[in-house]
Structures are given as C-alpha cells and as structure tokens.
C-alpha cells in the first residue's frame, strides 16, 4: 500500500518485494547498532563494523529507490505522492527538488510508512486471537456495515471498534516505542538538569502501560478508545509523536489499518499457532519476533 501510495498504483508488487526485502536485510544486520545509530548515539567499533558490512545493502536500496523515483516522474505516470511533490511550487527557494532529495523523501516516506502500519496489524490480530469478546465484535461490526464487500474510505466513521482496536493496539505495542531528542540548550525537566546536547527519551512503551495512567494497563480493552469513554490523561497517549515532528501519517496508517481489519475480519478468524511464543522485539520498529505463525480460519 506504501509503494503504491508514494510511487503510484502501477508500481506494485515487485518493486514493493524489492524495497521491503533490502530493508528487512539491512534492519537484520544493523541489530540494535540501526537503531542506536538512527538516534545519533555514538555506537562504538562495532557499530561502525557493521555499518561498513551493510554498505552494499544501502546502495541496493539506493538503487531500487532511484530508478522507483525515475518511473514515478516519467512522463504519463500513475498520480503518486512523488509525483505531487514535483508538482508542487516549494516555498521559498522555488526551486524543483534534487534527485537526492527525492530519493530522501521516497526512503522516509517508505521507512516510516510500510513496517509501522504492518507491525500494527500483526499486534492487532495476535490480541484479537487472544481475545475472542473483542474479535467477535470486530466482525459483527463488519459484517454489518460491509456486508460482505471490502471497506472503502467512506465507511470508516461507522466503524468505530475498528478503530478502537487499532487505537488499542498502537497503545499496547507502539510500533515506535522511544522517541529521541536533542536539548538544543540546557534545561530544566522535572527537577533534573538535562545539559546542551544530551538526548532525552520519551518513552510510549512506558507511558502507555503507566500505572497511574491507564486502568488496566496491561489489558487489552478497545472499549477505552470508543466515543463515550472516559477522557484519558492529556499526552499520556502519543503513538504518532507530538509536536512539530508528529508523523505526517497518522490518518493515513488508522485508514489503512481499519479497512485492513475491517475487510480482513468479515472472512478471516486467525488464531495463533499452537506452541507458539510471542515476544516483542524492538528493531527499527516494535514487532512480535521475526514471524508471527498464526493460522486463518475461514467464517462460513
Ligand atoms: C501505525 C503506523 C504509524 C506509526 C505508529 C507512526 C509513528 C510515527 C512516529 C512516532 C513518528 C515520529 C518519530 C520521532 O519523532 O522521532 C513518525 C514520523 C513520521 N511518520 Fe509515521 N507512523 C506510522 C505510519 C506512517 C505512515 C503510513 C506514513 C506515511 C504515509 C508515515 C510517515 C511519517 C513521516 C514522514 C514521519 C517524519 C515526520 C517528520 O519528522 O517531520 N508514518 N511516525
């Protein structure tokens, strides 16, 4: 859905397979050296050996990148958000974007965009697997707006446990669960000094399982997110980041999320492997290990 979005409808499934697949190679390479060296913290020889054996895939991925951002731009190519971009006056300079900036905006985009949402969905139907009230209402809800047909844009305001599933999800597995900063000065925060330069963490994989927070945090409750509910603390939920850095996604990813759910729920019931051990492991995003074996029960 990414690639179709950013580099237009006729791109999809291999150039998609080509992007994930150098990705996942280079985030299982990078271990937590990727993430480290994506939060600008020094990561030591060892960080920098590794950086020095995923050379090859950062030019893999370069590469499938540039030649996706040249088919975008073609001429009588499908609408893309790329091609929005070069469509669109930049302000100030004026200036059209550089074929590196391009491919910048095509690896953030893609980056931020694709394992996000589907490490989402992957925490979704495992809590649902393990919560038969909440599936069940999952599907009634389904079955009766869609009837059958897949969700569309316009359904999503009758489907509000969808919502609140996603919304759940995103509380308890936050597919970004550290957010890091920079103190551009020294400061003051909560009584301690935080020098120039430190980096602070915010932390939602924290935040959102606090204690004094949430009611049950532990539980998986959708209900907490339906119209009606009781409000929750100001901040205390912030999957998406706040402030000028929020993710430029977020309705997008919750669309998405929901007409996945939502259409998926009317003919799928799944249901985790039996034996299978579930543990979340923070790579570039929070994911339940490296494969999530569940089997698909079709509903008559
Ligand atoms: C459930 C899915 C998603 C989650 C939980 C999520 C979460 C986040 C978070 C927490 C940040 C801020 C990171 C920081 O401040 O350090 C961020 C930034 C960003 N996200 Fe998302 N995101 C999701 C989906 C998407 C999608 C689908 C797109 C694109 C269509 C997207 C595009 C971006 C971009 C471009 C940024 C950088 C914004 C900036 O720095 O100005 N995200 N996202």
């Known amino acids: 859905m990414i690639c179709r979005s950013v580099f237009g409808r006729t791109l999809g499934g291999d150039a998609a ?5 150098a990705f996942a190679r280079y985030q299982r390479g990078s271990g937590v050296g990727g993430l480290l060296s994506l939060l ?3 990561g030591g020889i060892g960080a920098r050996a590794r950086a020095w054996r995923l050379r090859g895939e950062v030019a893999r991925i370069h590469a499938v990148l540039d030649r996706l951002v040249a088919a975008a731009l073609a001429p009588g190519a499908a609408p893309s958000l790329i091609r929005a971009m070069a469509e669109a006056a930049l302000p100030g300079s004026g200036e059209p974007l550089s074929p590196l900036a391009f491919r910048n905006e095509a690896a953030t985009l893609f980056l931020a965009g694709h394992e996000t949402t589907a490490s989402t969905m992957a925490w979704a139907w495992f809590l649902l697997s393990q919560a038969p009230g909440a599936a069940a209402r999952l599907r009634a809800e389904a ?3 869609l009837q059958g047909r897949a969700a569309r ?3 999503l305001p009758a489907l509000p446990f969808a919502r609140a599933v996603v919304e759940e999800t995103l509380r308890l597995y936050p597919p970004i669960p550290l957010l890091a900063r920079q103190a551009q000065q020294e400061v003051e925060l909560a009584g301690r000094r935080v020098p120039k330069g430190a980096v602070v963490m915010a932390v939602p994989w924290l935040l959102h399982r606090h204690r004094a927070l949430w009611e049950q945090p532990d539980h998986f409750r959708p209900e907490r997110f339906l119209p009606g509910a009781p409000p929750r603390p100001r901040h205390a939920y912030i999957p998406f980041s706040l402030g000028p850095r929020v993710c430029t996604g977020a309705h997008f990813a919750l669309a998405e999320a929901m007409i996945c759910l939502a259409t998926l ?3 799928f019931a799944p249901r985790l492997a039996p034996g ?3 543990f979340p492991v923070c790579r570039l995003t929070l994911k339940p ?3 999530l074996p569940m089997l698909l029960e079709r509903r008559a």
């Open 276 to 278: 299978a051990r579930v």
């Open 40 to 42: 600008g913290l020094p």
């Open 153 to 155: 844009f316009e359904d």
């Open 265 to 267: 729920a009317q003919r």
């Open 17 to 21: 397979r080509q992007v994930v697949g």
């Open 143 to 145: 079955d009766a707006v």
């Open 289 to 291: 290990g490296e494969t």
